[in-house]
């Protein structure tokens, strides 16, 4: 589609991508193969999270967001699950708390120690079963901690009170496989797109169908919640194949408000929306540019603002919380985009270019915080709260206090000579594979040693044994 320029007075006219220099990019990751549509990346201000090629199983590294360069190749990865990882999500409440799911029918919640992981974790502290099929997609809940809801390719989802590790409640009202799943800003309503060609907005407590539109023109791919407008957009495809975005009406799913075509291209559209700033932006899978637009209450409601181009193509996209973005570079927005054939991932800032060094009040507004609004049992019981807004003026390196809290689970280990096995990270030089084998060995020889004595200790007590018995039927 050619958008057509405008004048319209607007802060983020002149926004632009900057791409990180090379020794700030993440390289050397063995990027996931899956054709699945999701973007296999996930972001805080702590870690990045990225699916991984593996054989045997699922994966998924863990990288510190600080620590960038050349991954090594003996890096720990995250690899309990037994089938393909296809989502992955942060808590935004506790952020060393992530979530995945697999084509093995979990849902698996992991604890990342500070700093990275220092081993393979194959043990995670909740594993949730309760789908029959593969699970596609997981979703935090936005204002509450410890709810999180999990889409099955057996057309469910379940909502899981991680408090107690069990699922609360089943939405059953859709039937084919559920594409992506959005909450509004309090997390009172629950919008899906689905395969069955039809977009919902559902009541998650009830499981009830507030409204539903059956998109016969505009086949609906991706939904997100526009903040506070009450507005819906859609990504799909028109009945002619070309890429396509739609406005609805939350309260009105009848007929969009607005339809416009992009491009005839054939990837499939992800739609990120910034509340704070109004924005949203645009990313195909397999393209290699990001196009960005302001939404705003009146005509013509999408207005097109610029786009950033790369030659790299991209499989999927992190988005960086608020609280981790570089308000002394006037930065809005951050992506993390994964580049399969070059096994690299590239950060992308999306910046406001002003003159002055100070803190711009007028495009960081009061933001979601990590602090949850409501614990599951209060959401459960049927309050809404709005998120818990902090500024990134003096809040957003504030050390988060949440503490998640799931049943508890002993913690197994091997401990030999007091050395606990299952800690221990693997050799990764020759030297230090020459010293544990040379420890190995004392430790054998040890064992040897031990086992020899018992062996003299068994047979003089039978011995004994046998005295005793000779001697009893003679005193009789």
């Known amino acids: 589609m050619s958008w057509r320029p405008t004048y319209?007075?607007?802060?983020?006219?002149?926004?632009?991508?900057?791409?990180?220099?090379?020794?700030?990019?993440f390289d050397g990751i063995p990027i996931t193969k899956n054709v699945h549509d999701n973007h296999f990346c996930a972001v805080n201000s702590k870690f990045l999270a990225v699916v991984t090629e593996s054989a045997g199983g699922g994966s998924f590294i863990v990288i510190p967001v600080s620590q960038s360069g050349r991954l090594d190749s003996h890096h720990p990865k995250v690899c309990g699950h037994n089938g393909n990882v296809l989502d992955i999500k942060w808590n935004p409440f506790c952020e060393n708390i992530i979530a995945s799911c697999s084509e093995d029918t979990s849902v698996r919640v992991w604890e990342i120690p500070e700093g990275g992981l220092r081993r393979n974790m194959m043990e995670a502290v909740l594993e949730l079963y309760g789908h029959s099929r593969r699970v596609g997609l997981i979703e935090w809940h936005p204002t509450s901690s410890g709810i999180l809801f999990s889409a099955g390719y057996?057309?469910?989802?379940?909502?899981?009170?991680?408090?107690?590790?069990?699922?609360?409640?089943?939405?059953?009202?859709?039937t084919d496989v559920i594409l992506s799943m959005s909450f509004n800003t309090d997390g009172s309503l629950l919008a899906t797109s689905c395969k069955d060609k039809k977009l919902r907005v559902i009541e998650p407590r009830s499981g009830r169908v507030l409204q539903q539109a059956s998109c016969k023109n505009h086949r609906v791919n991706r939904v997100v919640f526009l903040g506070n407008m009450?507005?819906?957009?859609?990504?799909?495809?028109?009945?002619?194949?070309?890429?396509?975005?739609?406005?609805?009406?939350?309260?009105?799913?009848?007929?969009?408000?607005?339809?416009?075509?992009?491009?005839?291209?054939?990837?499939?559209?992800?739609?990120?929306?910034?509340?704070?700033?109004?924005?949203?932006?645009?990313?195909?899978?397999?393209?290699?540019?990001?196009?960005?637009?302001?939404?705003?209450?009146?005509?013509?409601?999408?207005?097109?603002?610029m786009e950033f181009r790369s030659p790299a193509p991209q499989k999927?996209?992190?988005?960086?919380?608020?609280?981790?973005?570089?308000?002394?570079?006037c930065e809005v927005y951050r992506f993390y985009k994964l580049v399969t054939l070059k096994g690299?991932?590239?950060?992308?800032s999306m910046i406001v270019p002003r003159r002055s060094d100070t803190y711009q009040e007028d495009i960081y507004p009061m933001?979601?915080?990590?602090?949850?609004?409501?614990?599951?049992?209060?959401?459960?019981?049927?309050?809404?709260?709005?998120?818990?807004?902090?500024?990134?003026?003096d809040g957003y390196h504030r050390p988060n206090q949440v503490v998640f809290k799931v049943p508890v689970k002993e913690k197994k280990s091997v401990v030999v000579n007091g050395i606990d096995l299952l800690e221990n990270v693997p050799p990764r030089t020759e030297n230090e594979?020459?010293?544990?084998?040379?420890?190995?060995?004392?430790?054998?020889?040890?064992?040897?040693?031990?086992?020899?004595?018992?062996?003299?200790?068994?047979?003089?007590?039978?011995?004994?044994?046998?005295n005793l018995k000779n001697v009893s039927p003679n005193n009789a």
Not at 316 to 329: C, E
Not at 344 to 348: A, G, K
Not at 375 to 389: F, K, M, N, Y
């Open 8 to 25: 319209r007075s607007s802060k983020f006219r002149n926004v632009y991508g900057k791409v990180a220099n090379r020794e700030h990019c």
């Open 154 to 174: 057996d057309y469910k989802i379940l909502i899981w009170n991680l408090e107690i590790g069990e699922p609360v409640k089943m939405i059953d009202c859709h």
């Open 230 to 305: 009450k507005r819906l957009l859609t990504t799909g495809f028109s009945r002619w194949n070309t890429r396509q975005i739609a406005l609805w009406d939350q309260e009105d799913l009848s007929m969009p408000m607005v339809e416009e075509d992009i491009d005839g291209l054939s990837g499939l559209l992800f739609p990120f929306y910034d509340a704070d700033t109004h924005m949203l932006y645009l990313a195909g899978k397999g393209d290699g540019n990001i196009r960005y637009f302001e939404i705003t209450t009146e005509k013509p409601y999408i207005q097109y603002l």
């Open 316 to 329: 999927g996209l992190g988005v960086m919380p608020k609280h981790g973005m570089d308000v002394a570079a």
């Open 344 to 348: 690299l991932i590239e950060p992308i």
């Open 367 to 393: 933001t979601a915080g990590t602090e949850p609004a409501l614990s599951a049992s209060e959401w459960l019981s049927g309050i809404d709260r709005d998120p818990v807004l902090m500024s990134l003026k």
């Open 433 to 466: 594979l020459l010293r544990m084998f040379f420890r190995q060995q004392d430790e054998l020889r040890r064992l040897k040693e031990e086992l020899t004595t018992k062996d003299v200790r068994i047979r003089q007590l039978e011995l004994e044994l046998n």
